[in-house]
């Protein structure tokens, strides 16, 4: 959708034109899976797909908020006391939750008028939710004239999903969202947020990146996702680390001796050679070997399978299936239980590897999944 069509849609809603419209993108992770809950380091790619909020300020102190295109539906108004943690539920918990957080953190914001819409596909572990966050935390700060730096922006929102929404998420998604540029892929450091953009052009090797969207839903809320979290907390605390991100890799054999429960041992095992992995593809990607990664992510999906468990059978037939028609490497992507997978294929085997995903899960009974390719989109901007 244009900057136009959102700034249409949100005069039809509110009966008056905004003020700017901004966009944020969703995200795929290319590697490092559950270690920036442990301080650790990712590298996502922006996707191409954003959420877009039309925005005019308000000297109410109300939110209203409208998403879609039905000016008859679609419609939630907050006011003062709605905006405080477990007052507000549902998608209009996201928006609450950033001017909550915005004004928590002493920037002093009025309300606002917001149109919400957007092209980042739901519950496929793609982050919608950080692009909701992030759009919303631009158009907000641009209303009113804050200058806010990515990082206070990704912080600010994680802030909003942790205490608001009531999701423990980590930093990676919102980082991703403001901070990505495109044709690359952002090793960050959890830690302090230290990044640096590295380019990433599979097109450029013949190859595509492919993200199969399995539509199977996953609830980040339901508790698999915090009590992940909360067991490698317990692995760094019986380790005597202020997180797994401190166990080195050359190490990790006598750290796994040290845990008493092979549970434990588990999710250590993954983090620590997750860490490496993320070290290893960003190694193999500066030296221009795009297909090296390939190994990486099959690596790195074993290892969520198995060690930290948070796969799911048609994650797996999906990467199985992906390889066997000539990828050459996949993975889940994400928080896990479902969502999607990212594979890397050579270009001319990439029509083969949707085929034989559309066609495996179809003769296993699951529901059509959605195949496409991406290529690394530009983090969150102003578009008018
Ligand atoms: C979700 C969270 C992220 C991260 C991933 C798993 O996307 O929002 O912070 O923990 O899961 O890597």
Not at 68 to 79: I, N, Q, R, V
Not at 94 to 106: D, M, N, Q, S, T
Not at 181 to 198: E, K
Not at 338 to 366: I, M, N, T
Request: hydrophobic share 45%; with cysteine.
């Amino acid at each position: 959708m244009s900057a136009r069509a959102a700034a249409d849609a949100f005069e039809r809603a509110f009966g008056h034109p905004p003020t700017g419209v901004w966009a944020a993108p969703g995200r795929v992770n290319l590697i490092g899976e559950y270690t920036d809950v442990n301080e650790g380091f990712v590298l996502p790619l922006a996707l191409p797909h954003t959420v877009r909020a039309a925005a005019a300020p308000r000297d109410d102190g109300r939110l209203r908020l409208h998403r879609g295109d039905d000016p008859a539906t679609g419609w939630a108004e907050l006011g003062p006391a709605d905006l405080a943690p477990g007052r507000t539920t549902g998608w209009a918990a996201y928006p609450a939750g950033v001017l909550w957080a915005l004004r928590e953190a002493g920037h002093e914001l009025g309300g606002a008028d917001l149109q919400i819409d957007g092209d980042v596909p739901q519950g496929a572990g793609l982050s919608s939710s950080a692009a909701l966050e992030c759009a919303v935390a631009l158009a907000l700060a641009g209303t009113a004239g804050l200058g806010l730096d990515p990082r206070e922006t990704a912080r600010i929102c994680q802030r909003a999903e942790n205490a608001f929404v009531g999701v423990p998420c980590g930093i990676m998604d919102q980082t991703a969202s403001v901070s990505c540029v495109a044709g690359h892929a952002l090793h960050l450091d959890t830690r302090d947020l230290a990044h640096r953009q590295v380019p990433f052009d599979p097109e450029a090797a013949g190859l595509r990146l492919l993200v199969v969207d399995t539509r199977v839903k996953h609830a980040l809320a339901d508790g698999a996702y915090a009590q992940r979290r909360a067991g490698c907390e317990a692995g760094a605390r019986a380790l005597g680390v202020r997180a797994l991100r401190d166990v080195p890799h050359d190490r990790l054999e006598d750290a796994l001796d040290r845990l008493p429960d092979s549970g434990l041992r588990a999710l250590v095992r993954h983090v620590v050679t997750e860490d490496e992995r993320v070290r290893q593809a960003v190694e193999r990607l500066d030296a221009g070997d795009v297909r090296a990664v390939g190994p990486l992510l099959d690596a790195g999906h074993a290892s969520l399978r198995d060690d930290f468990r948070v796969s799911c059978p048609e994650l797996d037939l999906a990467v199985a299936v992906a390889n066997s028609a000539g990828a050459l490497g996949a993975r889940m992507t994400g928080a896990g239980f479902g969502g999607s997978v990212v594979a890397l294929a050579p270009a001319e085997r990439a029509a083969d590897v949707e085929r034989a995903v559309l066609g495996a899960f179809a003769r296993a009974g699951h529901a059509r999944p959605r195949v496409f390719a991406v290529v690394a989109g530009a983090g969150a901007r102003r578009l008018a």
